[in-house]
Structure formats: structure tokens, C-alpha cells
């Protein structure tokens, strides 16, 4: 082999290892990668069905239920326009409670119903994720009734 064509290989096989390389990285950043959705939308369909996923808002006032015997609770998160019911199995935060900010990671069911693998709570009263602050404010401005009246024409 002529030291042309050795080269020639050896820097194919070096840009083919580097491409694989690259492409096992990318793979795994996707992969554990979770984007955050408020509940109106999840509501309007913009959250993406069989992968992981972050909810957030605020836990609606009287939703807490708790399976007697387990540790399953349900709950809806509200972000005070639209609503998501959620499933958790395990302990939940100390400082989760109705009315409180919470953000919960996890898949949306075919039924409607978020199933979460993890809750996280705000951890002081001044605190809220920039992400489920935003959404709120949008929600809220959103169900602000129209101030001014249609004029009729003449």
C-alpha cells in the first residue's frame, strides 16, 4: 500500500469514529432532555405523547387525593385557565400543598391523566420557576374580561 492511500485510511477511520462518537452524544443529550409545558399546553395538545415531560402551576385547592393503603396520590395542576390531572406514586415534597406552586416530571397516559415519576415543589414562598411563573401570567391575562365595548356602527 502506497503511504498516500495509508493515510487516505487512517483519516476515514478517524472521521468515521469521531461521526460515531458524535452521534452517541447527541443521542444521549436527546434522550435526557425534558422540556417544561404549562397545563393549557398540555390542553391544547403542544406536549408531546409517550415522552418525558415537565407540568407545572398551581395545586388546585380541594384536588388532593390520597389512596388509603399507598402511596398513590392524585391531584390536578392548574395554571388557572386550563386543568391537568396528575397521578404520583411515592413521598411527596414537604412543602407540596393545595394552592402551592409544584412542578411534576413524568408522561401524559393516554387517558388524559399525567402519570409523574417526580414532584417538585417551590421551596419558599417567593420562589416559582421562571418557566411555570410565565405561564401563569399568560393564563391569567388571558382570562382578564375585555375593558372596552364594541362601538355599533351607524
Known sequence: MKPRTRRALAIGA?????AVATMLVLNAFRSNLVFFY????????????????RVGGLVEDGSLKRDPGSLTVSFVVTDMAQRVPVSYT?????LFKEGKGVVAQGKLGPDGVFVADQVLA?????????EAADALEKARQGQLPQKSAAKPQP
Open 14 to 18: 478517524g472521521l468515521g469514529a469521531l
Open 38 to 53: 404549562s397545563p393549557s399546553q398540555v390542553a391544547a395538545h403542544e406536549a408531546p405523547q409517550g415522552r418525558a415531560f
Open 90 to 94: 411515592g413521598l411527596l415534597p414537604d
Open 122 to 130: 417551590k421551596h419558599d414562598e417567593n420562589y416559582m420557576p421562571p
